[in-house]
């Protein structure tokens, strides 16, 4: 098995959800650190989704929540997890997005581990 160190990223996310981390096919990979920056002087709301895979059904069927409405003030970073992990299995994905349009930057640290 490889363990692959790697940075995820989106900026000045807005208002509409956006991937900002798929995890590849014969891939699980683990979010180590997830950091959201507001680059505005207001405060905004975020909401992050887990899109699982290996769930089928409705379109909202395989979404679990990971942040819902979260507040982050005005030229702040919140950082997420506090040493927990996330798993994603292959094919998995992660969604952001703000309550302002092109307000938000994320980073995720992520390790992907290969077969």
């Known amino acids: 098995m490889a363990n692959t160190f790697k940075n995820a990223h989106a900026q000045k996310i807005g208002t509409g959800y956006t991937e900002v981390y798929g995890a590849p096919a014969s891939t699980t990979t683990v979010i180590l650190a997830v950091s959201l920056c507001n680059r505005t002087t207001g405060t905004i709301t975020i909401s992050a989704y887990m899109r699982d895979a290996?769930?089928?059904?409705?379109?909202?069927?395989?979404?679990?929540?990971?942040?819902?409405?979260?507040?982050?003030?005005?030229?702040?970073?919140?950082?997420?997890?506090?040493?927990?992990?996330?798993?994603l299995e292959a094919t998995d994905e992660i969604f952001i997005k703000s309550s302002v349009a092109d307000s938000l930057d994320v980073v995720m640290g992520v390790m992907e581990i290969t077969s």
């Open 54 to 87: 290996g769930v089928d059904g409705s379109s909202n069927a395989n979404h679990r929540m990971l942040l819902n409405n979260v507040e982050i003030p005005a030229g702040s970073t919140l950082e997420v997890l506090a040493g927990q992990k996330y798993i």
